[in-house]
């Protein structure tokens, strides 16, 4: 779907389908992302470890704040740290992360920072360029500890979305 329209009538035509559906949207304003976000029971926002991200991840909780208003409802705002390289845990950038966050949460927005951590794995990048999905790669070290970072990911969401199925009301 890529017009206001055809996501409504995406959606409108899953509705009860799935459990859950999972959307990407453009980080950049538009009518998209916002009509993305307005019919969405959660917004996930990747955060690498770096400034334009945490300001990005900042802009992500403002702007889902702003349409959950709108709407006169909480849109909760996750946030999932993606492509760490295990060095750059000791960058000031990652260090920053979690206060930042927290700060958030301390002014009013329904942020989290997630648990869960994605680290830089050649075997996501072979996803990427098209080579197999972590189900299809061989089971190496790395595939298994990146099955292990997914199977993570999918319970905390999980646990999220079931923990905040009465402040958005159609999960």
């Known amino acids: ?23 990407d949207s453009p980080g950049v304003d538009s009518v998209i992302r916002d009509t993305i976000i307005r019919n969405c029971d959660l917004v996930l926002t990747p955060i690498q470890p770096n400034q334009d991200e945490i300001k990005a991840a900042g802009e992500a909780a ?7 208003d709108r709407q006169r409802r909480t849109i909760p705002h996750l ?8 060095p750059g845990r000791a960058l000031e ?12 949460r301390d002014n009013g927005y329904e942020s989290t920072l ?32 990146g099955r ?3 199977t993570a990911f999918v319970a905390e969401l999980d646990r999220h979305l079931a923990a905040n199925r009465e402040k958005v009301g159609n999960v």
Not at 79 to 86: E, I, P, S
């Open 1 to 23: 779907a890529a017009t206001q329209r055809s996501i409504e009538t995406v959606l409108a035509d899953q509705d009860g389908v799935y459990d859950v559906i999972l959307m």
């Open 148 to 150: 292990a970072e997914v």
């Open 93 to 104: 950038a990652y260090r920053l992360i979690r206060p930042f966050i927290a700060n958030l």
């Open 114 to 145: 997630m648990e869960t951590e994605f680290t830089e794995r050649n075997c996501y990048r072979e996803i990427r360029n098209g080579l197999g999905t972590l189900q299809m790669l061989e089971l190496t070290d790395p595939v298994m500890k």
């Open 79 to 86: 946030n999932v740290v993606t492509r760490v390289a295990l």
């Open 62 to 68: 403002t702007i889902t704040a702003d349409i959950g």
